[in-house]
T-cell receptor, first 110, second 115 residues
Framework: LAKTTQPISMDSYEGQEVNITCSHNNIATNDYITWYQQFPSQGPRFIIQGYKTKVTNEVASLFIPADRKSSTLSLPRVSLSDTAVYYCLVASNRDDKIIFGKGTRLHILP | DTGVSQDPRHKITKRGQNVTFRCDPISEHNRLYWYRQTLGQGPEFLTYFQNEAQLEKSRLLSDRFSAERPKGSFSTLEIQRTEQGDSAMYLC?????????????FGPGTRLTVT
């Protein structure tokens, strides 16, 4: 599984768009990029997953450049309730095994 | 069935005691995972079942830890002779064959405190 690198923490303000970038230089052809969100004292929650270009759902957008060595999670118009830890992961399409890093602690300010 | 459930949510035990946790996955999910998470860290993989077969165990899973999934439905994680270093959040997750690629659904976790 490819190792991922993401910022340890970020601050933003309510109503802003937040972009969290993750690098995964050793991503393999069969790998997908997956993001999870975790609130304190809760289990992680699957947010979004993609292979290339752009994926959008009701929660976020995921941008993946052509070389796939990085990805950006975009959260539109954040609110205080988006304060959480966000994990970027790489997973093979052959199985579900995932390895968590320390994630990015996102703190939304009023 | 709205999600993965875990029981108990909190457990306080004295060092040396045995504890057992239960996980009920989403009903149609055949894969089940256990993780351990300590403060400030991401979840660490412990073990993985596909149906009733335990397919992989992390080296973090010492001999004091054992996990079962006897009928391919719920799973139990037992820790024998608990140590203070076992204090952590124990998370269970499940996934279906049609998801793959790291899409797992997590329960709320069991927080273990060993005194």
């Amino acid at each position: 599984l490819a190792k991922t690198t993401q910022p340890i923490s970020m601050d933003s303000y309510e109503g802003q768009e937040v972009n969290i970038t993750c690098s995964h230089n050793n991503i393999a052809t069969n790998d997908y990029i997956t993001w999870y969100q975790q609130f304190p004292s809760q289990g992680p929650r699957f947010i979004i997953q993609g292979y290339k270009t752009k994926v959008t759902n009701e929660v976020a957008s995921l941008f993946i450049p052509a070389d796939r060595k990085s990805s950006t999670l975009s959260l539109p118009r954040v609110s205080l309730s988006d304060t959480a830890v966000y994990y970027c992961l790489v997973a093979s399409n052959r199985d579900d095994k995932i390895i968590f890093g320390k994630g990015t602690r996102l703190h939304i300010l009023p | 069935d709205t999600g993965v459930s875990q029981d108990p949510r909190h457990k306080i035990t004295k060092r040396g005691q045995n504890v057992t946790f239960r996980c009920d996955p989403i009903s149609e999910h055949n894969r089940l995972y256990w993780y351990r998470q300590t403060l400030g860290q991401g979840p660490e993989f412990l073990t993985y079942f596909q149906n009733e077969a335990q397919l992989e165990k992390s080296r973090l899973l010492s001999d004091r830890f054992s996990a079962e999934r006897p009928k391919g439905s719920f799973s139990t994680l037992e820790i024998q002779r608990t140590e203070q270093g076992d204090s952590a959040m124990y998370l269970c997750a499940s996934s279906s064959p049609s998801s793959g690629r790291g899409e797992q659904y997590f329960g709320p976790g069991t927080r273990l405190t060993v005194t």
